[in-house]
């Protein structure tokens, strides 16, 4: 499955953002979907992930309250809503998709996007 994803941009802190991911190529609603994303000098981290009917996710901790992870199957899309955004939340995003079950570990995702910049001025 190939993946695309898009939304990222320059934001004040306490803004908002809605990241999209489209799907292609395969049966999205086939695959667990998640978010990551890696800071300058840091390694990947998870953000959020979504089952493949919609109706379970998972949300790192740090991002609990504010960020929504949401897919749309008939579009073939993932979703992240990104509200009340910190500095700390700078980063590459990325959107990775998932043949087994759920898990908050990017290496077990078998595809990825190419990442959306996500820029948090303070």
């Known amino acids: 499955v190939q993946l695309q994803a898009s939304g990222g941009g320059l934001v004040q802190a306490g803004g908002s953002l809605r990241l999209s991911c489209a799907a292609s190529?395969?049966?999205?609603?086939?695959?667990?979907m998640g978010w990551f994303r890696q800071a300058p000098g840091k390694e990947r981290e998870f953000v959020a992930t979504?089952?493949?009917?919609?109706?379970?996710?998972y949300n790192e901790d740090s991002v609990k309250g504010r960020f929504t992870i949401s897919r749309d199957n008939a579009k073939n899309t993932v979703y992240l809503q990104m509200n009340s955004l910190k500095p700390e939340d700078t980063a590459v995003y990325f959107c990775?998709?998932?043949?087994?079950?759920?898990?908050?570990?990017?290496?077990?995702?078998?595809?990825w996007g190419q990442g959306t910049l996500v820029t948090v001025s303070s």
């Open positions: 990775a998709a998932r043949s087994g079950g759920s898990s908050w570990s990017a290496g077990t995702y078998d595809y």
């Open positions: 190529g395969r049966t999205f609603s086939n695959y667990i």
């Open positions: 979504i089952s493949r009917s919609g109706g379970t996710t």
